[in-house]
Structure formats: structure tokens, C-alpha cells
């Protein structure tokens, strides 16, 4: 089973590297790094990986994994990924999507009218790209399987697990990477953050973000709303 | 504030890109990757990152980012490495480490009568190495701070950004990184998965491992507390 991992400049690691941990230990995984271009891949934070792959040798995967960014405009507007997306779509069982990687499919087309979820600060954008948003952790739209913001990843890639081999081997691999979180606080979705949260950080991520004034968007959004 | 995050042949990459996303959203990070040479280093699954640096160019860190491996042994004789750590221990404030990475600490002669966690499977290395070895998600014995196995480096970061920074930046990253996770089955930590599960996928482990006798060892004593 070929699975391809997408890089493309300014990619959230974590958003990647989250379902990667688990989809890789499928007895069957061939894991591939896909980008554009042959060449070292930045993540927004710094991390900088090595894709082992580029269109031209990965044209068929059976699955595909697309992070998201906390700059997320540069890969909708990138040609040549698109391109390549949409070819992967006749090819692959699974198209799946972390954080704003969603917005990757709906750009190439793909994602019109069908049920997906996304990071909680992207919503509005990816419903204004014709796709119906849901605020849930994990979305399955056959062929499509969406997960939240960036750590949500990992549920996304333990229900598919669960979906094509079944639960033991999710189980197995859930134990496997100990994941039995215990977050020291409860804060991990703006529900339970609450307003004053959720526009402090919105605020802050404002000044390094690629969209502005999309954050300043939400953020009058929020404020009408109170 | 320096942080060094180190990466070497086999590293696992989940225990490292946790803490990574965690730890680069504080204000004051300086992101670093270290290995003891300067060339790509491929994670255990096939990711391949490329270090910013080696012991030359950042001998004074002020943190220490040190994950685990699927096969652990590796680290615990890469002599380079084990200087380097030793150096780094000078000026660190902070020594930290997911999954069998606190093994690395050991290994170098600095975690000796301390307590720390590890991944479950490896739990007796640790304290046969002389180490007080908890079985808590998250242990802060300073200057060393340690996560359970994989998935805790994340638990294990926030933490340690409550503790250096305060709750109110461990919150906010908490939110930007959708930090509210719904795992699809309870099967997370040994004591949770069952006698079974853990027997089956250290069975499963062991042909992959550079250690399948350190594995065997675990099922025997498994089998025997039954």
C-alpha cells in the first residue's frame, strides 16, 4: 500500500508526523514523502524534512496524507500540487486531511458538497470553498477522512486504522505509542477555552500568520457574538 | 533560549515533533536540531530531517530535547552523542526527554538515582541503568523532565511550558495545536490495553527491534505475573 505524505514549504510537523507515527506501522505501509520539487522541505517552525518522491514517481498512491499550515494560502494557490492531488484522487483508496489540509481538496476541486472538519480557526474559510464543515475531531466522506487542528491527527489515524484493518491493530499501535493523553490543562478546543482564550491567541497568532485578516475576521466574529 | 533538539539514526519521530510543536510556539525559542554529524538522520519509519547542527556549533543549550527509539540501544553507545549530552548538561537549565531518550541521560551517567518515565516496554532498562523509574506520564525531577512513550512528549511539553512560561501560554498553545484529543479506543497504556493486547504487540515488536531479547524477557515476565 502506497502512502503518500505530502511536504510543501511552511507545513505543520505535527499535523504530518501525528498520523505518519501510526499509519507506518501497518504491515502493509510503503511510506513516501511527497513534494513538488526534489528538494528539503522547511515546516513552519523550522523542522526540515526530505521528501523521498515528486509527482513524476508517485503518481498512484492508494492513500494520501495533506497537513495543514499556520500560513495555509500557499498551498491552495500551489499548481503543480494540485495538479498531482487530483491525479492522486482517481488512484487512491483514501485522500485524508489534518488541520487546514483540507482546504488542499476543496482548492483542487475535490471536496464540493462533501463533510469534513478542520483546525477550529479555518472553519469559515473551508465553508466558504463549497465544503459542509463539521466541528467534530475525526469526519469520514468516503474517500475522504478529515481530522481537527494539528494533534488531531493521531485520532484521524487510529479510526482509519480501525476502518481498514480493524480494532486490534489500532489497539495495538494505540499502545504501541502509549497514547493515553493526559493534557495538563483543558483547553483544546475553543469550547473549553472560552472567549477570552480564544481571542488571546488568535490575537497573537495574527502576527505571524500568512491571512491577517482572516484572524481579524474571526476575531470580530467572536466579538459580535458575546 | 537555545533549544536543542536531538536527533539520531532510528529516532522515533512522534517523541520529538510533539515537544517541537509544543516548544517552538514559546516566544523566546531559538529552534535548533542537533545530530553528531552534519548529514540527514532517518527516523525509525522513514522520515528523514536535516540538523541545523552538531556539537561544534551548539555546545551551550539551555534546553535538551532527547526522544526515543524503536530500537533504543543505538543512542546508549554513540559515544559522540553521550559527550555532547554530557557538555549540554553544563549549561542546560532544562534536560528532558520522551520515551526511551531518558535512557540517553542514563546512558551518559547523569540520570543515576533519579527519578524519570519511559515508554512502558522499557521500563526495566531504565531502572536496571540505576534509575528511579515511575511509571507517571510525566515526571519533573530537575533539572530533568521526562515523558512516557511516543504520544506523552506532548503532555510532557506542556507541562514544562506551564512550568517555565505559565499556564496561560501552555493553554493558548494547547488551543492553537487543537489539543483535545478523542482517542477511538481506551487502549493507551499497558494497565489499560489488558494482558493480551501487550503480549501480542510486544510479539509483534520483537521481530522488529534491534533488542528481540530485552523483548522476550518482557513477555516472560508477563507471562509469569499471570
Redesign the interface.
Known sequence: MEIAFVVYDAF???DL??P??VI??WPTAH?R?LATEQR?VRAD??????P?DTPASLPRPDLVVIPGSSRPFGPLQDQALLDWVRQAAQSATWLTSV?TGAGVYAAAGLLGGRRATT??AFREVLASMGVDVSSE??VIDEPFVSG?????G??MA??LT?RIHG??L???I????????????D????E??GHE??A??LA??AASTDTPDLVQATLDRLAASR
Not at 481537527?148 to 488531531?152: E, K, L, P, R
Open positions: 505543520t510537523a505535527l508526523v501525528g505518519y507515527e507506518a506501522a511510506v514523502f528539503p517552525s523550522g523542522l526540515t524534512v526530505v523521498t488541520c483546525h477550529w475531531r475525526v481537527a487542528g494539528v494533534s488531531a493521531i485520532d487510529l479510526t480501525a480494532a486490534d489500532a489497539r495495538s494505540q499502545l504501541m505509542i502509549e497514547y493515553d493523553p493526559q493534557p495538563p490543562f483547553a483544546g478546543s475553543p473549553k477555552a482564550l480564544v488571546a491567541t497573537q497568532f
